[in-house]
T-cell receptor, first 113, second 113 residues
Framework: NAGVTQTPKFQVLKTGQSMTLQCAQDMNHEYMSWYRQDPGMGLRLIHYSVGAGITDQGEVPNGYNVSRSTTEDFPLRLLSAAPSQTSVYFC????????????FGQGTRLTVV | GQQLNQSPQSMFIQEGEDVSMNCTSSSIFNTWLWYKQDPGEGPVLLIALYKAGELTSNGRLTAQFGITRKDSFLNISASIPSDVGIYFCAGPYSGGGADGLTFGKGTHLIIQP
């Protein structure tokens, strides 16, 4: 049982490039979400999904797209990378709305130059 | 929007000491979560609280859900070196959807030998 798996672990992009951060979970969780973590900050919610085909915006959604075609996968797309998107990105999945307990992946460290 | 204020921001303690940290919210929460993050890893859930006044333990860790539902406390007894890390409080994000969490900025625990 791998839990929540994120790839890649590290990535360097040039400004303006696009890329997709992958997230997969094998716990059959309905709820998945993406967060970013900046130095000295807690995690901030980017986008989330309550099931296949359903996504919604979180606290800091600008510059990111998501889709949820299967229960297992929830990729995060950066459309045109900017230095302000340099951060560590975490994907999480939850088995229930209440309690809102999330299980996190190990993160993707992204640097935009 | 919601704000979670954690204090202290950092703690320098001696091994064997007890640790106390707290989290306050600008709004009422129905769930309080405490996570720990080790360097290079995603957050790991320590304790989940679901009812005002609830006191829950997990080994040497004890957390309480404040009566006002706007605060929570985490205590660690007899600290050991592996307790080093960043501790985050979190609660359900209320930006319009039902999934996702909002996090405090964390308490960085450093144990001096």
């Amino acid at each position: 049982n791998a839990g929540v798996t994120q790839t890649p672990k590290f990535q360097v992009l040039k400004t303006g490039q696009s890329m997709t951060l992958q997230c997969a979970q094998d716990m059959n969780h309905e709820y998945m979400s993406w967060y970013r973590q900046d130095p000295g900050m807690g995690l901030r919610l980017i986008h989330y999904s309550v099931g296949a085909g359903i996504t919604d915006q979180g606290e800091v959604p600008n510059g990111y797209n998501v889709s949820r075609s299967t229960t297992e996968d929830f990729p995060l797309r950066l459309l045109s990378a900017a230095p302000s998107q340099t951060s560590v990105y975490f994907c999480a999945s939850s088995y229930s709305l209440v309690p809102a307990v999330a299980f996190f992946g190990q993160g993707t460290r992204l640097t935009v130059v | 929007g919601q704000q979670l204020n954690q204090s202290p921001q950092s703690m320098f303690i001696q091994e064997g000491e007890d640790v106390s940290m707290n989290c306050t919210s600008s709004s009422i929460f129905n769930t309080w979560l405490w996570y720990k993050q080790d360097p290079g890893e995603g957050p790991v859930l320590l304790i989940a609280l679901y009812k005002a006044g609830e006191l829950t333990s997990n080994g040497r860790l004890t957390a309480q859900f404040g009566i006002t539902r706007k605060d929570s406390f985490l205590n660690i007894s007899a600290s050991i070196p592996s307790d080093v890390g960043i501790y985050f409080c979190a609660g359900p994000y209320s930006g319009g959807g039902a999934d996702g969490l909002t996090f405090g900025k964390g308490t960085h625990l450093i144990i001096q030998p």
